[in-house]
């Protein structure tokens, strides 16, 4: 057999002769046991070497790193900790790795460390876990809506709109930062730049998605988006990937069953596709804790949390709700929140949303229903004139995983609303157009790809959780 994957060579149920694997050297103890992955899985295969067979010079250049063909027989392995191990009959060596300067060695290395290599991270079984895991979960969410009748939408990067009107987009322009051409006015002559107008890359696809569901039905985005905002946590990155359903006809409850249903749906997938990852990932934050004091260990295993999640209905509660239980609780009564919560209307901080996913409800949660004020324009006012159909889901140990709402479907209650918040509905005429032409209710949200990914592998800074991560002052790779 030739060019077999490591993965489907160890899923052998027999001995097989002559077979050629390729990749990279993880191990190489005692001049004789090589373990070699490939990054099909996160096993290894064990090679066995008989040194006599191989000249010196060959065996000195195998290292940790190395790339190798390697080609013999598989055979049931004679040691503990592997069924299947290969007898090397012939070995290649494609790429020497130097041992001193690879630094990628074997052994623990801090997450800063490798995020400094991020481009020989995946090289360890963590790193490999965690992209086999991204990769699987974005197949997930295209099976999801293409089994349920949406239609994927390639909405566009490059936008002259900003779809959360926050103000935090990265300008894209082709003018020359040190001569800008002028106006009158001694502004910079936008008309003069590559596209005419200002342009930024987008924060969110929703608006052009809000388009196609206005003709197609069920539709969904899932691309990258840019955020400018200068928030260096651990939850925060500027470039991120967002997945955006949006629904013609439906109101927020159906929003709300949608996200829980989706997010159930991903979660099972990877369960079912991907356990060793998941188990390797396990263990890890296992022997994580165990470095830890007690108050501050997982109650849960990773793969019981994910089940917690699959099979338990997510707690639902207005934000008026969640306020009064916040404006009541111990922390806030004796001033442990760093932002006191008082007044009806304030924004909730990622301290608030612990708080009643992880003490209070211990559960996920969706909060609907927000002040009108400290959410987006396009969000459908309720009857009362102070609160938005809006939802956030919020998620133990992440905070806000999905955020979303009805849309505002009545022409002149969009207008106004645009209107007080400085956006002029002229330079949204297509987003206003659909509200001219056979308007009707609609839905949709966005989840987080990456806090997806960070509550699925139990990784605690999101930067560990994408290939090549951007925040501010950080643009390497
Ligand atoms: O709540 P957000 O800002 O919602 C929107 O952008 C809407 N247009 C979505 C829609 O209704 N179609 O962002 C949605 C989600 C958040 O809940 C969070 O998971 C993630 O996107 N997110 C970020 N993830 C990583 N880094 C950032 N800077 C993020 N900002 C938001």
Redesign the pocket.
Known sequence: MKNCSIKDLLLSTKTISKVTINGWVRTFRANRFIALNDGSSISSVQCVVDFENFDESILKKINTGTSLEITGDLVESQGSGQKFEIIVSNLKVLGECDSEEFPIQPKKHSFEFLRENAHLRTRTNTFSAIMRLRSSLSFAVHNYFNSNGFYYVHTPIITSSD??GAGEQFRVTTLDPKSPPLNENSEVDFTKDFFGKETSLT??G?LE?ETYAMSLGKVYTFGPTF?A?N?NTS????E?W?I?P?VAFMDLNGNMDLAESFLKYLLKYIIQNNIEDLQFLEQRLINEDKTKPQNLRNEMTLIDKINFVINNDFMRVSYTEAFEILKNCKPNKKKKFKYLIENWGADLQSEHERYLVEKHFKCPVIIYDYPAKIKAFYMKLNEDNKTVKAM?ILFPGIG??????QREERLDILNKKMNDIGVNPEDLWWYTDLRKFGTAQHS?????F??LIMFATGMSN?RDVIPFPRTPQNAEF
């Open positions: 779809a959360e924060v969110s929703q998605a955020r905002e928030s939850r925060h990155l500027s991120f967002m955006e949006e956030d806000e995983i999905v955020g979303g709402s949709g949200f966005g989840l987080g990456e806090r999101i």
